[in-house]
């Protein structure tokens, strides 16, 4: 799936050392996906990494633009149940 970054999503992949690749495949082929509980045009992406000890990554990108465009990526360390 194309997908493009905010300049916010792109500054915080670079500080929280996540990589482009793992963002990606969580837009692409996320373990699952939540609607977002403020703003029904967002969908948070989950999906566990394994160069990272199986952490969860938590992508959360814009569904109705066109590509997709991700907002923000955080390593989501409540998410455990994937």
Request: net charge negative; charged share 30%.
């Amino acid at each position: 799936m194309e997908y493009a970054l905010t300049e916010h999503a792109r500054k915080r992949c670079i500080k929280r050392k996540i990589r482009l690749e793992w963002v990606a495949a969580a837009v692409a082929h996320p373990s699952r996906t939540e609607n977002d509980e403020d703003d029904s045009t967002l969908v948070h992406a989950l999906l566990a990494i394994p160069e990272r000890n199986f952490r969860v990554l938590r992508v959360i990108y814009n569904e109705t633009a066109d590509p997709v465009v991700v907002v923000t990526a955080y390593f989501d360390d409540g998410a455990t149940d994937l």
